[in-house]
Nanobody
Framework: QVQVVESGGGLVQPGGSLRLSCAAS????????MGWYRRPPGKPRELVAS???????NYADSVKGRFTISRDNAKNTVHLQMNSLKPEDTAVYYCNANVESLYGRRSLEVWGQGTLVTVSS
């Protein structure tokens, strides 16, 4: 079994910063892509940032220049540094990982439970 667990959400004022973290654990052989999605209130889930196992990164246009994704492949963790936060960044943020399982080498897409980020004065 493989799971990912997020941490680091909370309430922050506009212009502030937060750092989200996500750790994958379980019977993992390898992880290809890790990333962050978010679901704003009343809207569908959207990609925020993703990072394959190399050094390339992908960002939603709305967060470019403000958010930074990073990975520690040795620890199976991914982080999202969020700066200059805006009220429209308010959402539940989900960690996502594409995992090859240790047993059976199955390809799994694993989602976390989500962590709430609220940007408000």
């Amino acid at each position: 079994q493989v799971q990912v667990v997020e941490s680091g959400g909370g309430l922050v004022q506009p212009g502030g910063s937060l750092r989200l973290s996500c750790a994958a654990s379980g019977s993992i052989f390898s992880i290809s892509n890790m990333g962050w999605y978010r679901r704003p209130p009343g809207k569908p889930r959207e990609l925020v940032a993703s990072m394959p196992s190399g050094h390339s990164t992908n960002y939603a246009d709305s967060v470019k220049g403000r958010f930074t994704i990073s990975r520690d492949n040795a620890k199976n963790t991914v982080h999202l540094q969020m700066n200059s936060l805006k009220p429209e960044d308010t959402a539940v943020y989900y960690c996502n990982a594409n995992v090859e399982s240790l047993y059976g080498r199955r390809s799994l897409e694993v989602w976390g439970q989500g962590t709430l980020v609220t940007v408000s004065s």
